[in-house]
């Protein structure tokens, strides 16, 4: 059974930063694709950024040199670091993966973690 668990949202001021993890059981980590997917309240859930089982990232351009994405084979986690961040970035986060090579969205999600950027 896929499990993916979100952590480390919260409440940040702007230009504040945080990390997000998603730590994923009952895949094979190292051949799946992962990414981050964010929602704010009526809008729809855009890919933020993406990761391939080789450690190539994309990202979409709201966030380009602010986030990056990184994972840990070992840990089985993903991981979001998110810097200068912006009230616009305030959403709801969540995990994506699935089997590397598919397309966004990916087959597996977490229930999400939320991120609230305000003074």
């Known amino acids: 059974q896929v499990q993916l668990v979100e952590s480390g949202g919260g409440l940040v001021q702007p230009g504040g930063s945080l990390r997000l993890s998603c730590a994923a059981s009952?895949?094979?980590?190292?051949?799946?694709?992962m990414g981050w997917y964010r929602q704010a309240p009526g809008k729809q859930r855009d890919l933020v950024a993406g990761?391939?089982?080789?450690?190539?990232?994309n990202y979409a351009d709201s966030v380009k040199g602010r986030f990056t994405v990184s994972s840990d084979d070992a840990k089985n986690t993903m991981y979001l670091q998110m810097n200068s961040l912006k009230p616009e970035d305030t959403a709801v986060y969540y995990c994506?993966?699935?089997?590397?090579?598919?397309?966004?969205?990916?087959?597996?999600w977490g229930q999400g973690t939320q991120v609230t950027v305000s003074s």
């Open positions: 009952g895949i094979n980590f190292s051949i799946y694709a």
């Open positions: 994506n993966a699935g089997p590397g090579g598919s397309s966004w969205p990916l087959q597996h």
């Open positions: 990761i391939s089982p080789g450690g190539s990232t």
